[in-house]
């Protein structure tokens, strides 16, 4: 079981950066590929950035790539989702999930049903 709790969401203006913590207890995030996803009202739940279990590969949306990275940091239990250049559609709630794999496994998953653990979400609301 692993227990994860985003943090850092708040009002900002267009342009602006943030930075998402999430960070996990009750296990070590080392052990899960990690990822970020947003609902935005009247939407469906969005992908938006991943990385596997060992860190090796991180894959982004196409809507945020260029914009948004995330990190993990394996001694904080920790990961991390930088936000810059942010724009109005980008408000939503902001949830952290971590997937069970195996040690070997360097796939990046974007769909949320491979995800077995979620956070509460955080609230991100962009200003124009």
């Known amino acids: 079981q692993v227990q994860l709790v985003e943090s850092g969401g708040r009002l900002v203006q267009a342009g602006e950066s943030l930075r998402l913590s999430c960070t996990a207890s009750?296990?070590?995030?080392?052990?899960?590929?990690m990822g970020w996803f947003r609902r935005a009202p009247g939407k469906e739940r969005e992908f938006v950035a991943g990385?596997?279990?060992?860190?090796?590969?991180?894959y982004s949306a196409d809507t945020v790539k260029g914009r948004f990275t995330l990190s993990r940091d394996n001694a904080q239990n920790t990961v991390y989702l930088q936000m810059g250049s942010l724009k109005p559609d980008d408000t939503a709630v902001y949830y952290c999930a971590a997937a069970t794999t195996r040690y070997s496994d360097s796939n990046v998953y974007t769909q949320h049903r491979s995800y077995n653990y979620w956070g509460q979400g955080t609230q991100v609301t962009v200003s124009s």
């Open positions: 009750g296990s070590t995030l080392s052990s899960f590929a």
């Open positions: 990385t596997s279990r060992r860190g090796g590969k991180t």
